[in-house]
């Protein structure tokens, strides 16, 4: 494998410092997941909408802080400014939420653009080496170089699409992933936005009726 980095030319370099790049963020993010999905707890969300259900909203929060789930983050963020705005408390909430599952997939993105394009570029620099000997006429004894030139643009090519696909089906899943967390937080907001609006709607009236009993 290292006599094949070096056969490569200068440009494996730049491909040597991506794809450790590439791995390390990959890196980060499996470990990401696997801790988001440890402390993920539907159970919980449900008691809490219970609570809020019954009007118990200081033990619903306190409940929701103790836990790490990004949903139980969102909702108490809603109960929080439950009397000025909870829907723009849960949507600043849940789009830092949103930002943690993004970072570091921009990484991953560059890696499947760079990697073939830096690939490509061995495959000049190693065709030119090849075509400056030829150019000379004197190929004579020289065929080892000419296939050294080519031996380094397929190099190239090869370790630089090997990034790319190593990072795009994982870049794939992570996209994939943070729109099914998102799609998630959006459904328990509107559920939280409608339990407090029919909340909301009740009181109103039983301050109707007493006004009207008066």
């Known amino acids: 494998m290292i006599e094949f980095f070096f056969k490569g030319g200068p440009v494996m370099w730049p491909i040597l410092i991506l794809g450790v790049v590439t791995v390390v ?10 801790s988001e ?10 008691k809490i909408f219970e609570l809020v259900e019954k009007g118990r909203y200081e033990e619903a929060i306190a409940i929701g802080e ?12 809603g109960l929080r400014h439950r009397n000025s705005m909870p829907v723009d408390a849960m949507i600043e ?4 939420q949103i930002e943690r599952y993004s970072r570091g997939l921009v990484i991953l993105d560059t890696a499947v653009t760079l990697g073939p394009l830096l690939g490509l570029l061995g495959t000049v620099t190693g065709m030119m080496h090849a075509f400056s000997i ?10 080892a170089a000419i296939t050294g030139g080519v031996a380094e643009s397929l ?12 990072a795009i089906i994982p870049l794939n899943f992570f996209n994939a992933r943070m729109e099914k967390v998102r799609r998630e937080l959006e459904g328990y907001c509107t559920r939280l936005e409608m339990i407090l609006k029919k909340k909301e709607a009740k009181l109103t009236g039983e301050r109707m009726d007493m006004e009207m009993a008066r």
């Open 134 to 143: 030829v150019g000379t006429g004197e190929i004579a004894g020289k065929q």
């Open 25 to 34: 963020a990959l890196l980060e993010k499996v470990i990401f997941l696997v």
């Open 155 to 166: 190099i190239a090519v090869s370790f630089g699409l090997a990034i790319a696909i190593l």
């Open 93 to 96: 909430a849940a789009s830092g």
């Open 37 to 46: 999905q440890s402390v993920r707890n539907p159970k919980l969300i449900q």
């Open 66 to 77: 103790k836990s790490k789930y990004n949903v139980a983050q969102v909702v108490v963020e």
